[in-house]
Protein backbone atom coordinates (compact mmCIF):
# COMPACT_ATOMS: atom_id res chain seq x y z
CA UNK A 1 0.00 0.00 0.00
CA UNK A 2 1.20 3.74 -1.11
CA UNK A 3 1.15 6.32 1.54
CA UNK A 4 -1.11 9.19 0.44
CA UNK A 5 -0.95 12.72 2.37
CA UNK A 6 -3.71 15.47 1.94
CA UNK A 7 -4.29 18.30 4.22
CA UNK A 8 -7.66 18.25 6.36
CA UNK A 9 -10.14 20.50 4.69
CA UNK A 10 -11.95 23.43 6.30
CA UNK A 11 -15.98 23.86 6.40
CA UNK A 12 -15.86 25.93 2.85
CA UNK A 13 -13.53 22.59 1.36
CA UNK A 14 -10.07 24.61 1.30
CA UNK A 15 -7.01 22.95 2.75
CA UNK A 16 -6.56 24.07 6.00
CA UNK A 17 -2.58 24.55 6.80
CA UNK A 18 -0.69 22.73 9.01
CA UNK A 19 -3.68 19.41 9.58
CA UNK A 20 -3.05 16.29 7.43
CA UNK A 21 -4.75 13.14 6.88
CA UNK A 22 -1.95 10.33 6.38
CA UNK A 23 -3.51 7.32 4.91
CA UNK A 24 -1.13 4.11 5.01
CA UNK A 25 0.48 1.65 6.60
CA UNK A 26 2.44 1.61 10.45
CA UNK A 27 5.73 -0.16 11.01
CA UNK A 28 4.45 -3.29 11.92
CA UNK A 29 1.73 -3.58 8.72
CA UNK A 30 -1.20 -2.18 10.58
CA UNK A 31 -3.41 -0.35 7.42
CA UNK A 32 -5.22 3.14 8.79
CA UNK A 33 -5.57 6.94 8.73
CA UNK A 34 -3.02 8.98 10.60
CA UNK A 35 -4.32 12.65 11.82
CA UNK A 36 -0.95 14.97 12.21
CA UNK A 37 -1.31 18.60 13.57
CA UNK A 38 2.01 20.44 12.49
CA UNK A 39 4.82 18.05 12.61
CA UNK A 40 3.05 15.79 15.59
CA UNK A 41 1.28 12.96 14.64
CA UNK A 42 -2.17 13.52 17.16
CA UNK A 43 -4.27 9.98 16.64
CA UNK A 44 -4.12 6.61 14.76
CA UNK A 45 -7.80 5.40 13.16
CA UNK A 46 -6.96 1.61 12.65
CA UNK A 47 -8.79 0.21 9.22
CA UNK A 48 -9.76 -2.80 10.67
CA UNK A 49 -11.74 -1.44 13.13
CA UNK A 50 -9.61 -1.67 16.29
CA UNK A 51 -9.36 0.63 19.25
CA UNK A 52 -8.23 4.49 18.09
CA UNK A 53 -4.25 5.30 19.40
CA UNK A 54 -3.52 8.90 20.73
CA UNK A 55 -0.66 10.16 21.50
CA UNK A 56 -0.28 10.70 24.90
CA UNK A 57 1.66 14.12 25.10
CA UNK A 58 0.18 15.55 21.92
CA UNK A 59 -3.69 14.60 21.79
CA UNK A 60 -4.88 17.79 23.87
CA UNK A 61 -1.95 19.72 22.91
CA UNK A 62 -3.72 22.99 21.39
CA UNK A 63 -7.27 24.85 20.73
CA UNK A 64 -6.03 24.23 16.90
CA UNK A 65 -5.54 20.37 17.69
CA UNK A 66 -8.34 20.15 19.28
CA UNK A 67 -10.23 21.42 16.74
CA UNK A 68 -9.32 19.34 13.84
CA UNK A 69 -8.90 16.11 16.31
CA UNK A 70 -12.96 16.36 17.11
CA UNK A 71 -13.29 16.99 13.26
CA UNK A 72 -11.28 13.61 12.91
CA UNK A 73 -12.77 11.74 15.38
CA UNK A 74 -16.10 12.84 14.75
CA UNK A 75 -16.42 13.88 18.30
CA UNK A 76 -16.11 16.44 21.57
CA UNK A 77 -13.37 16.63 23.61
CA UNK A 78 -15.41 15.53 26.25
CA UNK A 79 -16.76 12.56 24.53
CA UNK A 80 -12.76 11.87 23.70
CA UNK A 81 -11.63 11.68 27.54
CA UNK A 82 -14.89 9.64 28.51
CA UNK A 83 -12.93 6.77 25.87
CA UNK A 84 -9.81 7.25 27.20
CA UNK A 85 -10.74 7.03 30.83
CA UNK A 86 -12.98 3.62 29.56
CA UNK A 87 -10.00 2.35 27.32
CA UNK A 88 -12.21 2.03 24.27
CA UNK A 89 -8.95 4.40 23.17
CA UNK A 90 -5.81 3.71 23.77
CA UNK A 91 -2.94 6.22 24.86
CA UNK A 92 0.91 5.31 23.41
CA UNK A 93 3.80 7.37 22.09
CA UNK A 94 3.64 8.09 18.13
CA UNK A 95 6.37 10.35 18.06
Known amino acids: ?51 IVLDRSKWDYSTTTGKYRNIFLGETKKETEKKIESGEYILADLN
Open 1 to 51: MSTQVENMRSKSNKPVPNQFLIKGATHNGQIGCFFQSYNSIIAFRPASGAS
